[in-house]
T-cell receptor, first 113, second 116 residues
């Protein structure tokens, strides 16, 4: 089976840095996505890591360690608009050439002044 | 403009009725997915499809059915067998089916289904 864990909620201060962790136990792992979702809206893509290491994209960075089954999303210079849920998702080979995208339950981030 | 479209945005259904949610994409994507999201919860996979005329069950397929007769379309039917169908339903598509395609999955805007 697939198991993806991330903290339920986090709070951080405007202008600060926050790290959202994600651990996964999956078979057939191929890569890891991070999405942002504001309440009542569709998720929007932030990053996709296939290889180990850090991928930086503006204020957002994502890290992957395949050997440890671990990823994190780093948000710098937090803004109030960053208050949202952040979803970690594993892309896994479920066999016979079939691939599925499995999400964790999401981390609700609240940015406070 | 290319994109993925879900309709309708809001849907009300009487208990015991089947209802079909539409998902159309003009991105020429191979893979399509249906998810269900309950309040305060993550996305749970219902069904997914890699190619036309082929689809697989996800984690919570019971009470749902799908078809993939055309590459651009992946409708989801919520049947009367689904015990608790009230939820936010999201459809997504992705270009490649292999893991090393460095492409994102695009989401539609979702359909909020309420059983009355």
């Amino acid at each position: 089976g697939q198991n993806i864990d991330q903290p339920t909620e986090m709070t951080a201060t405007e202008g600060a840095i926050v790290q959202i962790n994600c651990t996964y136990q999956t078979s057939g792992f191929n890569g890891l996505f991070w999405y942002q979702q504001h309440a009542g809206e569709a998720p929007t893509f932030l990053s996709y890591n296939v290889l180990d290491g850090l991928e930086e994209k503006g204020r957002f960075s994502s890290f992957l360690s395949r050997s440890k089954g671990y990823s994190y999303l780093l948000l710098k210079e937090l803004q109030m608009k960053d208050s949202a849920s952040y979803l970690c998702a594993a892309y896994v080979n479920s066999g016979a050439g079939s691939y599925q995208l499995t999400f964790g339950k999401g981390t609700k981030l609240s940015v406070i002044p | 403009d290319g994109g993925i479209t879900q309709s309708p945005k809001y849907l009300f259904r009487k208990e015991g009725q089947n209802v079909t949610l539409s998902c159309e994409q003009n991105l020429n994507h191979d893979a399509m997915y249906w998810y269900r999201q309950d309040p305060g919860q993550g996305l749970r996979l219902i069904y997914y499809s890699q190619i036309v005329n082929d689809f697989q069950k996800g984690d919570i397929a019971e009470g749902y059915s799908v078809s993939r007769e055309k590459k651009e379309s992946f409708p989801l039917t919520v049947t009367s067998a689904q015990k608790n169908p009230t939820a936010f339903y999201l459809c997504a598509s992705r270009r490649g089916t292999g893991g090393f395609w460095n492409t994102e999955a695009f989401f539609g805007q979702g359909t909020r289904l309420t059983v009355v």
